[in-house]
């Protein structure tokens, strides 16, 4: 499968060699989600590595009373639910589609089978699984030490593509506040 985005977000990671990048995408799968879709339901386990070519996600989950949203993925993102990916467990988050969604996605097995016969396949996915949790630990630093009103501006800062993108609703749960309390945050810019 020829996707110029996927070859491109991967040479600016690595540059693999032509074999190693025509045995990923000749691998590829092409999915369409509509808005809503589950990508990865609660206590399903995670079996694929996905490229986002269009569309935003959500990884979250409910505790319950609410929904607790770890991260939102758009355009040019390799993501997986990480944990149940590796260990093979079934996970407590859930993947859902926030737009209509074009993802190109692979599964574990292949990604296993070509990190042993190339080794720059290896290197490639090491340093995708290695993202995920440093990107977690700065979620779990923010959400302990800052307040709604600085994660809120740190969101700002970091993701202005995705402010007129995801609901009201959302930016709280993602924030860790109520709707009543992001809204006079908003208000006071």
Excluded: W
Excluded at 29 to 34: L, P
Excluded at 59 to 82: C, R, V
Excluded at 94 to 101: F, G, N
Excluded at 113 to 121: G, R
Aim: proline content about 3%; aromatic content about 12%; glycine content about 6%.
């Amino acid at each position: 499968m020829n996707s110029p985005r996927f070859t491109q977000t991967i040479e600016s990671i690595i540059k693999p060699e032509q074999s190693v990048m025509e045995a990923l995408t000749s691998n590829l799968e092409a999915k369409t989600y509509r808005k809503g879709d589950f990508l990865l339901k609660g206590d399903e386990t995670c079996r694929y590595f996905y490229f986002l070519e269009k569309g935003l996600v959500k990884l979250f989950f409910d505790n319950g009373d609410k929904d607790f949203i770890m991260t939102f993925f758009a355009e040019n993102s390799f993501f997986t639910e990480l944990n149940g990916f590796l260990t093979g467990n079934a996970s407590k988050y859930m993947m859902v589609a926030l737009e209509p969604c074009e993802v190109l996605r692979i599964h574990k097995n292949v990604i296993e089978e070509l990190c042993k016969k190339y080794h720059t396949a290896e290197t490639l996915f090491s340093k995708l699984y290695s993202k995920a949790p440093i990107n977690m630990m700065g979620r779990i630093s923010e959400m302990l030490e800052d307040d709604g009103k600085k994660r809120y501006n740190n969101f700002l800062k970091q993701r202005p593509d995705l402010i007129q993108r995801i609901s009201l609703g959302d930016m709280a749960d993602y924030i860790g506040i109520t709707q009543v309390s992001l809204s006079r945050i908003r208000a006071q810019k």
